[in-house]
């Protein structure tokens, strides 16, 4: 079955750090090119962070939405089949359901989302 789970949400006071993680299953992703996603109730999904998949060139490149560059950073893990988003220097700004993506041609996958709330 193909999916993507995330986890590592929850509450976190400013200042504070989370790291997510998504885990894939049936497919592989460092032949992917992985982003994460958030959301606010309401509005649309805007991107955050991605990782270009990793074959056929020199080596994989990042980028992030400029309001989290410096403080999130995203990476991952071939031996696990999982990609992370290290969050540091949380605002109450972040606070959104963070989502996991995978893209490759015409193959898109999302996961379920987690809640990441950062209130004092």
């Known amino acids: 079955q193909l999916q993507l789970v995330e986890s590592g949400g929850g509450l976190v006071q400013p200042g504070g750090f989370l790291r997510l993680s998504c885990a894939a299953s049936g497919f592989t992703v460092s032949d992917y090119d992985m982003s994460w996603y958030r959301q606010a109730p309401g509005k649309e999904r805007e991107l955050v962070a991605v990782?270009?998949?990793?074959?056929?060139?020199?080596?994989?490149?990042?980028n992030y939405t400029d309001s989290v560059k410096g403080r999130f950073t995203i990476s991952r893990d071939s031996a696990k089949n999982t990609v992370y988003l290290q969050m540091n220097s949380l605002k109450p700004e972040d606070t959104f359901v963070y989502y996991c993506?995978?893209?490759?041609?015409?193959?898109?996958?999302w996961g379920q989302g987690t809640q990441v709330t950062v209130s004092s």
């Open positions: 990782i270009t998949r990793s074959f056929l060139t020199a080596g994989e490149t990042t």
């Open positions: 993506y995978a893209h490759w041609a015409t193959n898109t996958y």
